[in-house]
């Protein structure tokens, strides 16, 4: 019977803790896509377990040996089911091996299953198998089988980051089997039935130990309450990802601002770049500049490596293939919102979906972007409020000319509303100003300051699409609209060659509710620019005769009104705050509580261990009880005994404290040394000595020390 | 502890398949006998009852007792004592540098009247042989004794003949005065169960000592038990019961002593035997029918100290092996029951 019930209780404990490490692997499977590393950490983590618990009763070095195989072999195993088949499989373990810590870092979410991407969580989902089973099973100790499996646990929550939901249900699910396999925890190894260790010591009660587990798991439970949202704000408000710790593949110049590739494209303009077969006529972005300096228009955020799976709304229906012919740098020409690529090597802008190959680009390239691009209908941008979401899309260095601000001042009182005023820029420059494909490279304040206002007699007043883009993206971030510029092709739909003359650079402008909004300030063929000076004066002079408003005339709505900001009941903190179900001070009572409670929580754990020590089991295991209760009492009476001392010797230590154990010395000794020689009466003088020696002591100790020991 | 079947108290239990234990009754005769014992040396031998029960535990466990100590403080006068309580054959030996081996052991000398060689037993035939300074006769003299003292017997022109049983050497030794003496070797202290110092007396032995100079001594002892009931309750003593972990407790203490820095040869297994036998007779003494760690403790020093040998260099800076085992005992656990947590 004892036999059966110590089977039923590993084998219970065995279940719940392979189950806890296939969870705990399957945690970072949430950032992986698709169900192919949810399964292979589930097979590991059964794998694992089962060679160690069918080894559990043969020597630990055989059961290391055979797992260490095993483990080797379900590697390979797993390269081989992820591998695409293009490299022999020695090839891709090795390769695999190298790189697998940094590329699962540096993979982008959701990280393509591959040889170099799941072999870090297979490997440590095998690990802590292992060690949860040899832990557990082999030598009994259950809380710290659980460790190994909540480890991973960890490091898959730190490994996904903020780049997946809360899986709470997952959680509850974990906690809950932990609890399972700790009340159903095996014996300790001299009381496993097929051990014949002789036990002198008592071993716990389950009743004692169920109250024990009851009172203790009630304590973490009001602790993780009370710390739990203080932890979850501080997670909330500064998440930590271990990807920040990889260094992002580098750019060169021309990868860092494309802009600067205009004027060669417009002095090359039969340069064959490459070969694209799109479904339809499309615009194929090179790259999206964000951030200006004054000097230089450039991408913002950090490019990070992406398996062919990238984050898209959609299954990448717009498909692109490109076979390169003289396109350079890493930049990768693709349509807008691309979703997965195959057959290159790829990094992406998580800001601006830009895309990168980290070796770049190279004659005989050939690859395939599936993209979903976002249609905008400028219709729909008519009434829409500009997007002011991203303060980096209307920041604006200090020293721009006076040019811009004339014409953003133009702008503003020209037209009302966010699209008109972007399509009114639009014109104006297109209308003002010429295309010149001999003009100087440059988009600086000063070359800029250069296009807008020198005569065009001096090469003024004329530019390529640089500095028509960056001309019109900030003149109208001057005029209170977001914008940025894009490098790119305009690509007909199916195959063509791209040339040098497809390639140009245009602004767009961010609407909310609608997105980025595509503008085109190039000047219309044939058509002979008007001198800017011209309307500029004609605005001076309306000014001059009647003041407009303010706010910009009429019954128009103000468009950047902060009010209206507040109406559309963005984020307040103070807000947000009080609308708190529970307030502060409330967690604070409830830590207080709980820490008020450690000392009564640990004297009601002293007298259930007491009662157990002096009450329950043979009279020898009582004996000895009342002897670890002396022990104990001394101890926290600042009175250590040392291993070395006999029980006399003990005795005469402990009854230093100005209590005495007299006679209890010879009990232990002869419940120890002569077995079957101490019966019930000498159980009852023991506890008795015991507990007189208990109160004794406990009341020669200060008070303090009473209460928080 | 189950009961035996009814046997006389000191009468040993018959050897059987089973571990055989004692019963209580056989322990507290033990006891009995051993104190009635104890009380009459301690007539003569004033102020040290340690000695003295430590002395006749070694006896008891047929073991050999070497007394060393400054002369003067009572080592011939314990020997002698010891010898007189117990209604057997003694001898005692003087030895000086002259001695000779068979001066000690015996020797075998023509009959003319038989015609044959005949042979005259030594000193050493006796239940206990007195070896008064003992380090005074040459080692071949000395080396005379190996032979008895392990096995019991001695022999002689190749013809070998037993002392009678019990046998017991007692001798002293002293430590201070070096001229004209010859060193014990190793292999004849390792003989030695226990090697005791009977020490000053405290003040108020020392008066009662000069009070009856004249009426206490040791040939005024009566015979307390005889030869006989010495060896049945030896015999009893090989039957205390030893647990397990003091067996584990006994070999970690020895190779401690092994493993300590400060020695070159650690205790023998002989001497862990030789101190497993005084702790069973200790136990005994005390009435228990099984050993504590407070019998190992209190025999460990008289037992083991002689039979460690020193590195050199420690015995240069004055270490002794009586301390060498008190750190032994600091740093090896004893086997008591683990808390039950």
Redesign the interface.
Known sequence: MRVSRYRLRIAVVAACLTVMCALAGTVAARVYHGPVLTGLVAGAAVAAFAVGFLLRNKPPWLAASVSFWGLAAYLIGSFALTADGAEPLPTVVVDAIVNAVPRTLTALIPVEPAPDTVGVPVFLTWLAATLACELAIRYGRTLSGCLPPTLLYTAGLYLVGPNADPAIAVTVVYCLLAAVALAATSAPPGRRPDSDARVDGGAPRRSATLVGSVIGAAVLLVAVAALAPMATRLVTTSPGDPRELVEPPQLTDIDLNPLARIPEWAKNPDRELFRADIDGDAAMRLGVLTEYDGVTWQAGGDFRTAGSVLPGSGDGGFAAEVEIIELGGKLVPAVADPAAVTDLPVAVNLRTRGLLTPDGLATGDTFHVGSDPLIVDPEDAVGARPDLSDPVSVAMPPGAPEGMTAIADYITATYDTPYDRAQGLADFLSQHYGFDPESPSGHDYPALEFFLEAPVEAGGQRGTSEQFAATYALIARLAGLPSRVVVGFDVPGGPSTVTAAQGLAWPEIAFDGVGWVRFDPMPAGGVAPVPPEETLDELEEEATEEPEPESGGGDAEDFNDPALEDDQGDFDAATSAANDVIPTWAWWIAAALVIGSIPLILKARRRLRRRRRLRRGSPAERVAGAWAEVLGSAARAGVEVGAHANAEEAAARAGTVGASAEGLPRLVNQAAFAPGSVDEADAEAAARIALAYCREADASGSRWKRVLT | ?QDSEQTHPLQAPRPVQQPVTLNPGQAEAFAATFERLAAAVDTVVLGKPDVVRLALTAMFAEGHILLEDVPGTGKTTLARAIASAVSGQWRRIQFTPDLLPSDVSGVTIFNQGSGGFEFHPGPVFANIVIADEINRASPKTQSALLEVMEEGRVTVDGHPHSVPSPFVVVATQNPVEMDGTYRLPEAQLDRFLVKLSVGYPVEAAEIEVLRGTHQRSPENIPAVVDTDTVKQMAEVAKYV??????YAYLVQLANATRGHPQVAVGVSPRGLIALTRAASVYALSQG???????DV?ALAEPVFSHRIQLAPDAAMRGASGAGVVAEV?????????????
């Open positions: 502890m019961y030893i647990a397990d972990p003091l228990r029918t099984y050993i504590i760690p407070e403790k005992f600091e740093s090896v656990p004893v086997p008591l029951p683990a808390s039950a947590a």
